[in-house]
């Protein structure tokens, strides 16, 4: 089936580790991005890429690091966790990156203690 | 800087009309989005608007006033799956999505 895969779906992580976030498409898009979702707030982008090979800075990436070695993987790694990137994380992409028309993957829960 | 207004929250009941409004304050402009959240579940896309006007789809439509700086969208016939948060979105003129935090939409039977 056809989609965004994310992992993991939910972690619990001790403050001060290093932790990955994977994000798979298998449509081929182009444009692939991260987002934070914390309640009461709007979506927030952390980093998004437009292409393979190719990275940009959203407006919450201080803290995350991303690499885009090909069209279909985008890690978001949290170097040294802090509580205050607990929060749901939502991987999306899109073939059309003017239209705002974004499919996400199931997002991960992260909780850090 | 750049804004997106909407309810917390709002109830409706079940069969009835809903509209939830959305009022944004943007660099520029190149779009309107809605789109669909259940708890626990990923966005999805509702709908588009870059025109003024209305766009119907089904039991849904939104509406878009470019000069008010405005958007609603249109629930009819509601029913209880339709439970979700909505969030409306503009695409600003760097074609940056700025989100709004949700419209939380509570059915009743």
């Known amino acids: 089936i056809a989609g965004i895969t994310q992992a993991p779906t939910s972690q619990i992580l001790a403050a001060g580790r290093r932790m990955t976030l994977r994000c798979t498409q298998d449509m081929r898009h182009n444009a692939m991005y991260w987002y934070r979702q914390d309640l009461g707030l709007g979506l927030r982008l952390i980093h998004y890429?437009?292409?393979?090979?190719?990275?940009g800075k959203g407006e919450v990436p201080d803290g995350y690091s991303v690499s885009r070695a090909n069209t279909d993987d985008f890690p978001l790694t949290l170097a040294s966790a802090v509580p205050s990137q607990t929060s749901v994380y939502f991987c999306?992409?899109?073939?059309?990156?003017?239209?705002?028309?974004?499919?996400f993957g199931e997002g991960s829960r992260l909780t850090v203690l | 800087g750049q804004n997106i207004d909407q309810p917390t929250e709002m109830t409706a009941t079940e069969g009835a009309i809903v509209q939830i409004n959305c009022t944004y304050q943007t660099s520029g402009f190149n779009g309107l989005f809605w789109y669909q959240q259940h708890a626990g579940e990923a966005p999805t896309f509702l709908s588009y608007n870059v025109l003024d006007g209305l766009e119907e789809k089904g039991r849904f439509s939104s509406f878009l006033s470019r000069s008010k700086g405005y958007s609603y969208l249109l629930l009819k016939e509601l029913q209880m799956k339709d439970s979700a948060s909505y969030l409306c979105a503009v695409t600003d003129s760097n074609y940056q999505l700025i989100w709004g935090a949700g419209t939380k939409l509570i059915i009743k039977p």
């Open positions: 999306a992409s899109t073939d059309r990156p003017n239209t705002g028309e974004l499919f």
């Open positions: 890429s437009n292409t393979a090979g190719t990275t």
